[in-house]
């Protein structure tokens, strides 16, 4: 079985930046790789990684996992899963945290952000963060990892931990390849457009959130910050904050960043905003009236139920496979 795998942290309501980056990404990958089983799960151990209010949590583990659906993607060839169900993703990240070295963890930039936002100590979970994610893809076996751009580096590392234990221990894992979306890879902060958008960033106003009122979403998008030129050209160098407003438009309407500098190539930038408001708002108001009737559904506890099922079957087998390559059982 060929798998394709990617997960999204419940670690607050996903962002227009999540969309783009990964939802809509995930969605035509579907399309696109029909001989694909597509892996998706809501990487809710990750989540514990930072300080959390634990009933918050548990209400965006259910969100999370009802925007997966109501982003369009198709049930056929999909196990949507909640990862702390699946016990062996703790178990092989405790495995491959022998292999790992403080080196090269030291090394992540995830990392030394989220590490500069703690108050009071850096949870060790932070730093080991990224074995955890090699565990939740070397797990599966997958050969393909969709992820925005600010993912690479873990990826990188996975792959560094698979060839690591397969060296060590005899061929185990597939050296997975990491898919970046081809627009949109990395939706900024609309108030700050050199910072990524963040759903757990606290910038409230710079942020797009999935499930916000349409005309909140659009207000947002009205007042983002640009540069004084007012002509609508990329350059993400020179003009971030319309660069970043030209790659949202692209990635929802599929208009190359020429057509759409043509397009409003005698407007200002209030027309274009008011134009990009429109179109973010109608797609966001698809997904929420899709999303509001997931959200309290069977079904989804159903599709849940049967993605966990499907997950753990993969997963035992390849755990008992590790346990067994490392010498983990009795003699
Ligand atoms: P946090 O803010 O808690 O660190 P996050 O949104 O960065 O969360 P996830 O929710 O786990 O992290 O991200 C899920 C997917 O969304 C990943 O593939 C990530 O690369 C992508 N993603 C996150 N933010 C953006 C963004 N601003 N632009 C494009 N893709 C993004
Ligand atoms: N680390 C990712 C979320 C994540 C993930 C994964 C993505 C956890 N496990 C496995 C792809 C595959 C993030 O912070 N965005």
Do not use: W
């Amino acid at each position: 079985m060929k798998i394709i795998l990617s997960g999204i942290k419940p670690s607050g309501i996903p962002t227009l930046g999540n969309y783009i980056g990964a939802l809509k990404n995930f969605v035509s990958l579907q399309e696109e790789m029909k001989d694909f089983e597509f892996f998706v799960f809501v990487a809710d151990l990750h989540a514990i990684t930072v300080p959390h209010d634990v009933e918050e949590l548990r209400q965006n583990i259910r969100s999370v996992a009802a925007l997966y659906l109501a982003s369009g993607l198709s049930v056929d060839n999909l196990s949507l899963f909640v990862q702390s169900e699946v016990h062996e993703h703790a178990e092989l990240g405790y495995i491959l945290q022998t292999i790992s070295y403080m080196g090269e963890l030291e090394r992540m930039t995830q990392y030394k952000d989220k590490a500069k936002q703690q108050k009071s100590g850096i949870p060790a979970a932070l730093f080991n963060y990224p074995i955890l994610m090699a565990a939740d893809i070397l797990l599966y076996d997958a050969q393909y990892v969709p992820v925005g751009e600010d993912q690479k580096q873990h990826l990188e590392l996975t792959r560094n931990l698979a060839e690591r234990f397969n060296n060590r221990y005899g061929e185990t894992f597939v050296v997975p390849e990491v898919l970046v979306t081809k627009t949109g890879a990395k939706i900024m902060d609309l108030q700050d457009p050199l910072k990524k958008m963040d759903k757990s960033a606290n910038n409230e106003k710079g942020c797009i959130f999935l499930l916000e009122p349409i005309d909140t979403i659009k207000k947002k998008i009205k007042s983002s910050i640009t540069d004084s030129e007012s002509k609508i050209k990329y350059s993400k160098s020179r003009k971030p904050g319309i660069s970043n407003l030209i790659t949202i438009y692209s990635a929802l309407t599929g208009l190359t960043y020429t057509a759409i500098e043509k397009k409003y190539e005698n407007a200002g930038y209030g027309l274009f905003k008011n134009d990009l408001a429109d179109i973010v708002a109608n797609e966001i108001g698809i997904l929420q009236e899709k999303y509001h009737k997931i959200i309290n559904s069977k079904m989804l506890d159903d599709i849940l139920d049967m993605g966990k099922a499907k997950a753990q079957a993969i997963a035992q087998k390849k755990i008992r496979e590790v346990y067994n390559k490392v010498g983990l059982t009795r003699g």
